[in-house]
T-cell receptor
Framework: KQEVTQIPAALSVPEGENLVLNCSFT??????LQWFRQDPGKGLTSLLL?????REQTSGRLNASLDKSSGRSTLYIAASQPGDSATYLC????????????FGKGITLSVRP | EAGVTQSPTHLIKTRGQQATLRCSPI?????VYWYQQALGLGLQFLLW???????NRGNFPPRFSGRQFPNYSSELNVNALELEDSALYLC??????????????FGPGTRLTVL
């Protein structure tokens, strides 16, 4: 059974800091890994998707890496801003036909002005 | 291009009633997924539909059911509502879900409150 862990559950940083959010998963037989952002009470916004054959993806100030063999992914946020405050979730899609995503519980980020 | 839409935004029901939630996928997407986000439990997979067929089901009782229409929109029905069904229900869509390269895009969710 795939399990996804995100630690810590919450993080508070001052504006401008570069930060790394971690995600670990137990089963390395995955198709891909997605990072999402969720604002309070809202749906999910897809930030980055990394296929299992890729090592990293970049979008603006965000960079996500994937080490499938060790079951780890990191989301790097450069020069954090108060608008980055949200919950960040990672999700993996196991190989096979079932297509579901297995989510971590998320990291709630607060960026202080 | 319009994203995934869900209705209603909020739904309040009493225990024992039935709830119906609706989802319209992104144009061109044939797969629709339903997830439940209950407080403290994280996001849990409920159902996957593609081309009108139920393809996969999460660990939920049979009173959670749904369907997908010919235009690929979908309904989630929850019968005999219980207090613990209170949650944010999220719908996602993708190109054919059986492909290894699909990316799921999520709607804004329906907040279901059971009193």
């Amino acid at each position: 059974k795939q399990e996804v862990t995100q630690i810590p559950a919450a993080l508070s940083v001052p504006e401008g800091e570069n930060l790394v959010l971690n995600c670990s998963f137990t089963d390395s037989a995955i198709y891909n890994l997605q990072w999402f952002r969720q604002d309070p009470g809202k749906g999910l916004t897809s930030l980055l998707l990394i296929q299992s054959s890729q090592r990293e993806q970049t979008s603006g100030r965000l960079n996500a890496s994937l080490d499938k063999s060790s079951g780890r992914s990191t989301l790097y946020i450069a020069a954090s801003q108060p608008g980055d405050s949200a919950t960040y979730l990672c999700a993996v899609r196991r190989q096979g036909a079932n297509s579901k995503l297995t989510f971590g519980k998320g990291i709630t980020l607060s960026v202080r002005p | 291009e319009a994203g995934v839409t869900q209705s209603p935004t909020h739904l309040i029901k009493t225990r024992g009633q039935q709830a119906t939630l609706r989802c319209s996928p992104i144009s061109g997407h044939t797969s629709v997924y339903w997830y439940q986000q209950a407080l403290g439990l994280g996001l849990q997979f409920l159902l996957w539909y593609d081309e009108g067929e139920e393809r996969n089901r999460g660990n939920f009782p049979p009173r959670f059911s749904g369907r997908q229409f010919p235009n690929y929109s979908s309904e989630l029905n929850v019968n005999a509502l219980e207090l613990e069904d209170s949650a944010l229900y999220l719908c996602a869509s993708s190109l054919f879900g059986g492909s290894s390269y699909n990316e799921q895009f999520f709607g804004p969710g329906t907040r279901l409150t059971v009193l």
